[in-house]
Structure formats: structure tokens, C-alpha cells
């Protein structure tokens, strides 16, 4: 909820200790994630006894294009070695899983006999090409070796032992070179090209924002908050550039960077659903009867309702982003937790338009209504471009899935701050000029004690 006095914004207690405690997660998340992040350039140790336990070590998934796909391995010492690195597709990943013994187990030699490719990595340094792929296809990696079926256990003195993999697809070139998976094919170019948009863009138009600002009007802490939005975007997006330019070399980038992009999309994420929650259940979007009983507000138990929602969609967030190995905001429905925070996500939506629909019918201005129901139009474009985009993609190729929810989430919500600036910012600035504006507009301010009286 929000109260208007003397032109700016007193949030309730509830939003305000939500928006604190979700700033100190994200710095506490950036501790939490820097170690956990992976890449297509894979370092670790093959364990011999984990992999026994385990029926095989898993080593990670890559995507490859459908044309031609190159694995090269690297171990640092050149003794003597006799594992695997076995490939499956998903299918036959699924299928191996399936594959039981007469006690119930898995079956672990069936399993590594339905591998559609295996690499022996017996010298200290090899490559291995995946010719004539018929079609873009995501590979499990595998590690096995003598002990990994083995009915009797393994020695006990076994070691383990480093490794380097580096998977590569072919580039416009048609050399192996490439490190990004078909999955994250044109991630880089967008990013670029959204970074240079978004700079451009500010050199134009950051000294008109700020003397907008500096005024203090109105509209000036809904300015403040869409300006954070926009700012926070800019950082993440310039970030994930770095990252995808440093990954397209070495094939592991800058996982810090790729981390803070992350969490500069959660805490703007955070923002314009404090915002929206606060403009939709407080004074800002009333009527003048609806003002009236401003303190029946503050008691409301729609508004606990959704500070509850929001709270509990800001854990879950933060419980998927530590505890999942693919953590981005834009494929995190793979995951339970991630199904959650969309189901959390179109509830907020519908309490959001709830609401407005307590609003609308009580407005006999014209222009009130064309400004709620552009308001109601552009939140409901960042609410729900992410959730339509992950239905839409269930029609699409696997390979294509990911690049069309993180691409079009991006711009659809970066398009949904930019309207809602552009919305606010004209009001704003109608509100200074028209001498009209107590007759048309909810609120107007009393020059002589400085304060926000109902319009009649």
C-alpha cells in the first residue's frame, strides 16, 4: 500500500521489510553461486569409487548443432588410464535409467551398452569428432571405467584423477571451434545488441530523466523506481554480455558476471512487483471513495495476501537459483521450484487485476480510465510474457526452447518498463502543466499546506 503526502510515496511496513530483506538475499546469494557455476569448458576429477557407487559419474550435457561436433580431453599426468566418457541422447538416457536387474537395480552394464557414442580416454590428450549429426542433439556425458560394474568393490586405493573437457560445435566456418551449444546460439549477438541499445539510449535520454526527477513531482518515486528498473536491466544485460564474449573464447566466461546479470534481473524483477503491488493496492490507482477508506487498506488482507505471495516467491527464487545446476531466471520451469514461482507468478497477476477491476467501475473520467487500462495493459505484458513465452516454446524444438524464452522475456519486459515510463512520465508532466488537472486527475495538490487532498 502507499500513501501520498507532499508529493511522495510512505510504503507500508509489510513492502518495505520485503524489499529490504530481498536486497540483503542478493548479496548474499552472489557469495552462495560464484563457486557453483558451470560451463562448456568442464574441469574436475574423475573418481573411480564414485562412479562404482554411482554406476557412473555424470559429467555434465551439451548440445550439439546437427552437423559435425568435436570433444577434446585433457588430463595434466600421463599415467595410465583406462576410462570412458560414454554420450547419450536423451532417449537413450532415459532408456539406460529403465534398465533393472533381476534384485531391482539398475542394471549398469545394459545401461552403458545403449550409448550412442564412447570416448576412450586413455592418452593424456585426444580429440574425439561426432561426425554427420542428422539433427541438433543434447549428449549426456558419462564417466566409467573397469571398476564402475564391477560386482566386486573397488580397491580402496583408488585415486582420482584431473580432467579437462572442452566441447565445440562447428562455427560459421565450419571449423570446431565454436564453445555455445545450439541451446545458446545468438545469445551473444542479442546481448550486444541490447547493451548498445540500452547505452545509446541512456546518452540520449539520462539528462531529460534526471532533471524529471530532480523536480520531484507527483509521479516522483514512481519515476525513481522505473528508473532503477531500467538501470538494473542495463547492468544485467552488459554483464551477460561479458560473460557470453569471455564464454565464446574459452568456453567458461566469467561466472561472477553471469551471476550478477542474474541477480540484477531478480532484484529489478523484485522492483516492479513492489511497485506494481504498492500502485494497484494503495492510494495511487483510488478513486476518491476509494481514498477515503485508505486505513481500511492497511488492514486489508488482500494486501497480506500478496506480500505473502511475493515473500514466498522471493524464497523460492532464491531456493532455485542455489540449489538447481542450471540457474537462469529465464529456464527455471525445468525445475519443481521453478513451476512454483510461474504458478506464484500468474497469481500475482490475476490478484493485480483484481484489483484494478475494484477501480475501473468507479471512474466516470475518461482519462483515468484510458490511463488504468494502459497501466493494466503494460504490467500484464511483463507478468505474463515470460509464462505465455514457456507455453509457446512446448511447441518448439528442444534446441530452440531456451533462446526463445530468455530472448523474448528480455524484450517483452524491457519493452513492458520503457511504456510504463513513457505512461508516467507524460502524466507526471500533464499534471504540471494542465490547470485542470484537480478536475481530472485522482489526487491534486493544496499549495497552501503542502499537502494531497481528494479531488471531488
Known amino acids: 500500500m502507499v500513501d501520498y503526502v507532499c508529493g511522495t510515496i510512505r510504503t507500508s511496513p509489510i513492502l518495505s521489510k520485503l524489499k529490504s530483506i530481498m536486497l540483503a538475499s542478493f548479496c548474499l546469494l552472489l557469495l552462495f553461486l560464484t563457486p557453483l557455476c558451470n560451463s562448456k569448458t568442464v574441469r574436475g576429477k574423475f573418481d573411480p569409487a564414485s562412479a562404482a557407487t554411482s554406476h557412473g559419474q555424470y559429467i555434465g550435457k551439451f548440445c550439439f548443432s546437427g552437423q559435425n561436433g568435436r570433444i577434446e580431453h585433457i588430463r595434466p599426468d600421463d599415467s595410465p588410464f583406462s576410462g570412458k566418457l560414454f554420450l547419450f541422447t536423451a532417449e537413450q538416457w532415459d532408456q539406460g535409467l529403465m534398465k533393472r536387474t533381476e534384485e531391482g537395480s539398475i542394471d549398469c552394464a545394459g545401461r552403458l551398452a545403449v ?8 592418452s593424456k590428450a585426444g580429440n574425439h569428432t561426432l561426425k554427420d549429426l ?37 562455427d560459421s566456418h565450419g571449423e570446431t571451434v565454436n564453445h555455445f551449444s545450439c541451446e545458446e546460439t545468438g545469445l551473444l549477438g542479442f546481448y550486444e545488441l541490447l547493451t548498445l541499445i540500452y547505452f545509446v539510449l541512456g546518452c540520449i535520454w539520462a539528462p531529460r530523466l534526471y532533471a524529471n526527477i530532480a523536480k ?27 560473460h557470453l564474449y569471455g564464454y565464446s573464447t574459452d568456453g567458461q566466461g566469467s561466472p561472477l558476471m553471469e551471476n550478477v546479470s542474474e541477480l540484477a534481473d531478480i532484484a529489478a524483477q523484485f522492483e516492479m512487483l513492489y511497485m506494481m503491488l504498492s500502485l494497484s493496492l494503495g492510494w495511487t490507482l483510488g478513486s476518491a471513495k476509494t481514498q477515503v477508506k485508505s486505513q481500511i487498506w492497511k488492514s486489508s488482507p488482500l494486501a497480506k495476501v500478496a506480500a505473502g505471495m511475493a515473500i514466498t516467491q522471493g524464497v523460492l527464487i532464491l531456493w532455485e537459483q542455489i540449489w538447481y545446476y542450471d540457474h537462469s531466471p529465464y529456464h527455471a520451469h525445468q525445475s519443481l521450484t521453478g513451476l512454483l514461482i510461474l504458478v506464484l507468478r ?33 504490467c500484464f505484458l511483463w507478468f505474463f ?5 514457456v507455453l509457446t516454446s512446448l511447441v518448439l524444438a528442444q534446441h530452440f526452447r531456451r533462446k526463445v524464452v530468455n530472448i523474448g522475456a528480455v524484450t517483452a519486459q524491457t519493452v ?16 504540471e502543466v494542465s490547470a485542470l488537472s484537480s478536475a481530472t486527475l485522482p489526487l491534486r495538490m493544496d499549495k497552501k499546506n503542502l499537502s494531497i487532498k481528494l479531488s471531488s
Request: charged share 15%; aromatic share 12%.
Open 115 to 122: 550409448a550412442e557414442h564412447v570416448v576412450t580416454l586413455t
Open 346 to 378: 500468474v497469481a500475482l497477476a490475476l490478484l493485480f487485476a483484481h484489483t484494478l477491476q475494484q477501480v475501473l467501475p468507479n471512474e466516470r473520467s475518461a482519462m483515468r480510465r484510458e490511463f488504468y487500462s494502459n497501466f493494466a495493459k503494460f
Open 134 to 170: 542428422k539433427k541438433p542433439i543434447v549428449l549426456h556425458a558419462l564417466y566409467a571405467d573397469m571398476y564402475t560394474c564391477s560386482k566386486a568393490p573397488p580397491p580402496t586405493q583408488l585415486t582420482t584423477t584431473d580432467f579437462v573437457l572442452h566441447f565445440f560445435n562447428p
Open 216 to 242: 520531484r513531482g507527483p509521479m516522483h518515486d514512481v519515476l525513481v523506481m522505473l528508473t532503477t528498473v531500467l538501470c538494473l536491466q542495463a547492468v544485467g544485460s552488459l554483464c551477460m554480455f561479458i
Open 385 to 389: 510474457a515470460y509464462p505465455v513465452l
Open 416 to 431: 513492458a518498463v520503457v511504456l510504463l515510463y513513457r505512461l508516467f512520465l507524460s502524466r507526471s508532466l500533464y499534471w
